[in-house]
T-cell receptor
Framework: AQTVTQSQPEMSVQEAETVTLSCTYDTSESDYYLFWYKQPPSRQMILVIRQEAYKQQNATENRFSVNFQKAAKSFSLKISDSQLGDAAMYFCAYRSRSNDYKLSFGAGTTVTVRA | DAGITQSPRHKVTETGTPVTLRCHQTENHRYMYWYRQDPGHGLRLIHYSYGVKDTDKGEVSDGYSVSRSKTEDFLLTLESATSSQTSVYFC????????????????FGEGSRLTVL
């Protein structure tokens, strides 16, 4: 099973500032998907951003962007212009294209936004 | 939003009793999953299904069984609940990505909080 590691249990950011969450993964495969999910206090799992491994260009969704370093097996999430509504737990996840069925998740990073 | 409904949303039970959680989807997606979420562990896969009556174990399947008799329903059963099964349980669905269709992500239900006393 693939291992996904989020080394930062908690991160704090000032409103309007930028925060970067780290994620590394272990795989021998060349084709896969990577995701960042957000889980606010409501507990709902919300997809933030998706990256396909064969695409070299880093994915961007509004204030959220990733730094995908395939050789280093690193997939960090940058939240720009942080807002109070960004406060949540963020999970990094990996999905193989050869083993079609499952996502492997990291342990999560709790983001606190200071007003 | 993906049409995924979990029931019950909250349940308190006693050690040794059977518990069944239900996941219902209206998206006709092929894959269905049960994950559990515990502090410090992220989400861990319990069981998954790749079609009607086709299921397989995930990484934390001991003490759990599943059934899928219809495309839209995926049941998770704890035959004899234990305190270690106190957790938040998430159902998720996904389309197959092998055919080159579908974006690959999972869509999640709202979670079911189970407390075993």
């Amino acid at each position: 099973a693939q291992t996904v590691t989020q080394s930062q249990p908690e991160m704090s950011v000032q409103e309007a500032e930028t925060v970067t969450l780290s994620c590394t993964y272990d795989t021998s495969e060349s084709d896969y998907y990577l995701f960042w999910y957000k889980q606010p206090p409501s507990r709902q799992m919300i997809l933030v951003i998706r990256q396909e491994a064969y695409k070299q260009q880093n994915a961007t969704e509004n204030r959220f962007s990733v730094n995908f370093q395939k050789a280093a097996k690193s997939f960090s999430l940058k939240i720009s212009d942080s807002q109070l509504g960004d406060a949540a737990m963020y999970f990094c996840a990996y999905r193989s294209r050869s083993n079609d069925y499952k996502l492997s998740f990291g342990a999560g990073t709790t983001v606190t936004v200071r007003a | 939003d993906a049409g995924i409904t979990q029931s019950p949303r909250h349940k308190v039970t006693e050690t040794g009793t059977p518990v069944t959680l239900r996941c219902h989807q209206t998206e006709n997606h092929r894959y269905m999953y049960w994950y559990r979420q515990d502090p410090g562990h992220g989400l861990r896969l319990i069981h998954y299904s790749y079609g009607v009556k086709d299921t397989d174990k995930g990484e934390v399947s001991d003490g759990y069984s599943v059934s899928r008799s219809k495309t839209e329903d995926f049941l998770l059963t704890l035959e004899s609940a234990t305190s270690s099964q106190t957790s938040v349980y998430f159902c998720a669905i996904s389309e197959s990505q092998l055919a080159g269709v579908g974006p690959g992500e999972l869509f999640f239900g709202e979670g079911s909080r189970l407390t075993v006393l």
